[in-house]
């Protein structure tokens, strides 16, 4: 099954969810230009409003057979070619988006930015429909498959699929330069993510937080000039975590390219040392 739009489809929700065009002001900025994280939550929002068009609905309330709520979570995001730092306030950003379902349990959007008339930049988010097993514990969630998504075995191809498979088998052994095994450590920081600003309404750290911490602990360890703007990232996930737990963000290797500074995150539960995301990302002095 695959769903592009251009435009919202019937429903009000929709199509207030998936209008076209956004006015920038300061909630969506950033000191660089656009905010990233503005941006992923947005995507995010779309991505979901998306699934709801897909299934013929104008909200999304998607439940199993038990009447349980299920959740689309994100288990990986890519961001490429950005130049958020051409965004400013009271520009107009368009977005191109497109839905497309890769496998059996699995979607992904892809959602191109427009502003004046050129590119600045692609996002793409891979979800999969779960429900807690333990309706008070994050850990507890579980793949499930919904009647309003019949697979009938056709699937689209996913490059970022294909490039998250070793990542989420951990099977991995390099990307973007970095080698797993020669892997040092250039510095580690622990965070006790905020309920009221890391988690989101469905009791989730929210999908958005994991880059931002990332970006923490970059500024706390790498100590970079403060005009930096993401170009490029992919953030591979794995689990989640109980408002209250810790996160271990260690940075395994950083590499620099003319004004690029380019590194590898690995975040971490800090009670088990369980695996929450590898994050890899490109930033540049503007």
Sequence with gaps: MNLHITAPPPGAGSREALSPSVRIGM??????GLSENW?????????????AAAAGDS??????????????VFRAVAIRDARFERVAENDELHFISSLSRISRTQFTSVHHLIRGGGKVGEVELISSFVK???????RSVARVNLEAFPFAGQATQS???DLAGPFWSDSWSSHRGFQREQAGLSGSLIV????????????FLYFASFPALADRAEWDILSPPPHLTTVGREVFYYGNIEPGDEIVIRIGATAASGTDLIHWCALHRRCD???LADIFTTRRAV
């Design 27 to 32: 909630p969506h900025l950033s000191l660089t």
């Design 39 to 51: 941006l992923l939550k947005e995507c995010g929002h779309r991505h979901w409003f998306l699934l």
């Design 59 to 72: 909200v999304p309330d998607f439940r199993d057979a038990a009447g349980d709520q299920v959740y689309a």
């Design 132 to 138: 807690r097993t333990n309706p008070e514990v994050n």
């Design 159 to 161: 490059a970022l699929a």
């Design 192 to 203: 006790r993510p905020n309920p009221s600003i890391d988690f989101n309404g469905a009791r």
């Design 273 to 275: 040392d369980a695996r």
